[in-house]
């Protein structure tokens, strides 16, 4: 069958693999045919040599952790032929540490944890994959178009069930939020906001393409000033940039007993001259709260999927800004200008 691989470590390996094994039965009970994989900074970042790690036995890594696949066969009777389901990324360690014997593999402490298509486990760029049971997610058949979105719904669905275990620290009635990023993340982060019927503010530097027009479809505000122009202090505040300076300001930015989010990834090495001792006295006099997220466990899974079925199958198709056939697989990891979205697809 057809892959898409990489040599981890090895900076421009990508390649079409025409005869890559079936996937192993050890891989798990479920197997299922390849609709589409989303495509992300990540994987351009493993293309490009920055990190990455092949399955033991092997020095190739299949690509791909945004899944969206229909089964196959599956003999546990889990799911039936036919069905929708994307594969959950990250694995528990062997261990297991405190929160992987859980199920909180997300929160995972001593980092042995692996992820498919990044770390020791193989991808979904593949014409067939197999998944085990407790890690298949089953989706409405209306999301076929764009369920591939589940793996990046997962991340802000779990970024907002932190939001709200923090924010219920005290009497808890937020009516804004700001989201800066108007990407994959941000966007997403902006629909579930939306679904609990907070105030939207989303923040990017774009003043044209389809940014502007997805946030308003929400019925968000949307901003292209800087983050000190804005005459508001909302009470959440999802950073998706990792830009160090909007980090910055918007520690800066956030209201009293606000909660501020970080998800994107910063790249390091830029150094900001920034009044720590003042942000220090807004954080503690304010009882604000700053935290990380990334990757989520099955409960922020299945949160994904209930948001993406209540949601407006148009719009989210709308964030889908290029789809790949996999004969042309090079061009999908290449970035365009208006890229919101990028799905590589195998199937229909």
């Known amino acids: 069958m057809r892959a898409v691989t990489v040599t981890p470590g090895v900076a421009d390996s990508l390649r079409l693999v025409e005869d890559h094994p079936e996937p192993a039965h050890e891989e798990g009970a479920i197997l299922v045919e390849s609709l589409a994989v989303g495509i992300c900074g990540t994987d351009n970042e493993i293309i490009a040599g920055h ?14 952790h945004e899944s969206l696949g229909r089964v196959v066969e599956d003999p546990t009777g889990t799911l039936q032929p036919g069905e929708l389901v994307a594969a959950i990324v990250r694995h528990p ?9 859980v199920g909180e593999w997300d929160m995972c402490r001593n980092g042995r944890f692996t992820e498919h298509g990044i770390k020791a486990l193989p991808g979904f760029a593949r014409e067939r994959w197999r998944v085990q049971p407790r890690f298949a997610v089953g989706l409405d058949p209306a999301l076929q178009r764009v369920g591939v979105l589940l793996e ?11 939001i709200d275990r923090i924010g219920h620290r005290a009497e808890w ?24 019927g907070l105030a939207v503010h ?21 901003h292209s ?12 505040v999802l950073e998706c940039t990792g830009a ?7 520690m800066c930015k956030v209201g009293p007993n ?29 009882n604000n709260v700053v935290f990380g997220s990334v990757n989520a466990n099955r409960r922020h899974w299945d949160l994904a999927a209930a948001a993406l079925a209540k949601a407006d199958p148009a719009w989210l198709s709308s964030l889908i800004t290029r789809r790949v056939p996999v004969d042309a697989y090079a061009d999908a990891y290449i970035q365009q200008p208006d890229d919101i979205k990028v799905v590589l697809e195998f199937a229909s």
Not at 152 to 162: I, R
Not at 174 to 196: E, F, H, K, M, N
Request: glycine letters at 12%; one cysteine or more.
């Open 152 to 162: 990046p719904t997962s991340v802000v669905a779990k970024a907002w069930d932190h």
């Open 51 to 64: 990190y990455g790690e092949a399955p033991p036995g092997t020095d190739q890594l299949v690509l791909g």
């Open 173 to 196: 009635q937020p009516q804004s939020v700001l989201v800066t990023g108007a990407g994959p993340i941000g966007l997403l982060a902006a629909l579930l906001a939306s679904q609990r």
């Open 244 to 250: 160090p300076s909007v980090v910055l300001d918007v």
């Open 93 to 101: 360690d062997p261990v297991p540490c405190p929160n992987c014997a």
């Open 225 to 236: 000033a800087p983050v000190n122009d804005l005459g508001f202090e909302p009470d959440i």
């Open 258 to 286: 606000g909660v501020v989010c970080l998800t994107g990834v910063s790249s390091g090495g830029r150094t900001i001259d920034f009044d720590a001792g003042a942000l220090n006295r807004t954080l503690v006099l304010e």
């Open 202 to 222: 989303v923040l990017d530097l774009a003043t044209d393409g389809p940014k502007p027009a997805l946030a308003t479809a929400l019925g968000a505000t949307y």
